[in-house]
Antibody, heavy 119, light 112 residues
Framework: QVQLVQSGAEVKKPGASVKVSCKAS????????INWVRQATGQGLEWMGW????????GYAQKFQGRVTLTRNTSISTAYMELNSLRSEDTAVYYC????????????WGQGTLVTVSS | DIVMTQSPDSLAVSLGERATINCKSS????????????LAWYQQKPGQPPKLLIY???SRESGVPDRFSGSGSGTDFTLTISSLQAEDVAVYYC????????FGGGTKVEIK
């Protein structure tokens, strides 16, 4: 069965960086996009960017341009999201999701990773 | 960026009654090349990731109960729950994937 398993919760200080991993299983990793979406407590969903594991092409939401980097390691079917220059407003649950571009959807989601930014 | 506006922010519906959620996009999300609206609906329960319900505005994802239906085209869309069940209590989001990817602000559905 398709699964996306994310790394555990992180606590970071303002100005630091965080790298969240998302390990895919149950499907061919390079055949689907990976989207990253975050959600602050009690708030809505915010898209950060996408990556095409086959080739590594990426696209970022304007809000996060220059501060987020999406990468992957196809040998272990794992995608990564690194966010730099953290501030308190970045405290949120970060999700990876499998994207199907032709349908414009994210059909499977990771369990989420809580990133807390606090001094 | 395409802005997605949902209404209402919340609604309370009696069990077995109909729930209707609206979503409006700031520009059309209809792809002329395939005549598909790149509009999806998700359900999110507390402590869980979103779950895909509807894609292409009106196509139900496999395994989703048929009481959930989507309609609309261009810029105006609706998610309808025909007969609300207790397990449908959740926040519902619309999402466009026409240009970038953006979500509506969410609609919280509760039992009256």
């Amino acid at each position: 069965q398709v699964q996306l398993v994310q790394s555990g919760a992180e606590v970071k200080k303002p100005g630091a960086s965080v790298k969240v991993s998302c390990k895919a299983s149950g499907y061919t990793f390079t055949s689907y996009d990976i989207n990253w979406v975050r959600q602050a407590t009690g708030q809505g969903l915010e898209w950060m960017g996408w990556m095409k594991p086959n080739g590594g092409n990426t696209g970022y939401a304007q809000k996060f341009q220059g501060r987020v980097t999406l990468t992957r390691n196809t040998s272990i079917s794992t995608a990564y999201m690194e966010l730099n220059s953290l501030r308190s407003e970045d405290t949120a649950v970060y999700y990876c999701a499998r994207g199907i571009r032709v349908r414009g959807v994210n059909d499977y989601w990771g369990q989420g990773t809580l990133v807390t930014v606090s001094s | 960026d395409i802005v997605m506006t949902q209404s209402p922010d919340s609604l309370a519906v009696s069990l077995g009654e109909r729930a209707t959620i609206n979503c409006k996009s700031s520009q059309s999300v209809l792809y002329s090349s395939n005549n598909k609206n790149y509009l999806a609906w998700y359900q999110q329960k507390p402590g869980q990731p979103p779950k895909l319900l509807i894609y292409w505005a009106s196509s139900r994802e496999s395994g989703v109960p048929d009481r959930f239906s989507g309609s609309g085209s261009g810029t105006d869309f609706t998610l309808t729950i025909s007969s609300l069940q207790a397990e449908d209590v959740a926040v519902y989001y619309c999402q466009q994937d026409y240009r970038g990817l953006t979500f509506g602000g969410g609609t919280k559905v509760e039992i009256k």
